[in-house]
């Protein structure tokens, strides 16, 4: 069993920048597709990207450039570094975890949330304009 903590969610202005991390703990190991979600109060839950271990990081295209996902191996620790933060970003967000045996990272991205089993209890990002 893995289990997830989320940590670095806050309050800043539009424009301003907060990291956040994932902590792995359990029986995790770098055969996971590790993820982020968010979600906005009245909306549905959204991918913001995902990482394998060894792999480049796939930002979503609402984010692409401006947020930057990493992991560190060592401390089996997943990181969304947000830069030129908006209003629209204020969400919950929450990192996800599917064990990869016979479909890519990029598969159960593209099936949403339904397709990760094992999620974080989330840390709430707010910005101002």
């Known amino acids: 069993q893995v289990q997830l903590q989320e940590s670095g969610g806050g309050s800043v202005r539009s424009g301003g920048s907060l990291r956040l991390s994932c902590v792995a703990s359990g029986y995790y190991d770098n055969t996971y597709c590790m993820a982020w979600f968010r979600q906005a109060p009245g909306k549905e839950r959204e991918g913001v990207g995902y990482?394998?271990?060894?792999?480049?990081?796939v930002a979503a295209d609402s984010v692409k450039g401006r947020f930057t996902i990493s992991q560190d191996n060592a401390n089996n620790t997943l990181y969304l570094q947000m830069d030129s933060l908006k209003p629209e970003d204020t969400a919950m967000y929450y990192c996800?975890?599917?064990?990869?045996?016979?479909?890519?990272?990029?598969?159960?991205?593209?099936?949403?949330?339904?397709?990760?089993?094992?999620w974080g209890q989330g840390t709430q990002v707010t910005v101002s304009s």
């Open positions: 996800a975890a599917a064990r990869l045996r016979y479909y890519s990272c990029s598969y159960f991205f593209a099936g949403g949330p339904s397709s990760f089993g094992t």
């Open positions: 990482i394998v271990s060894g792999t480049s990081a």
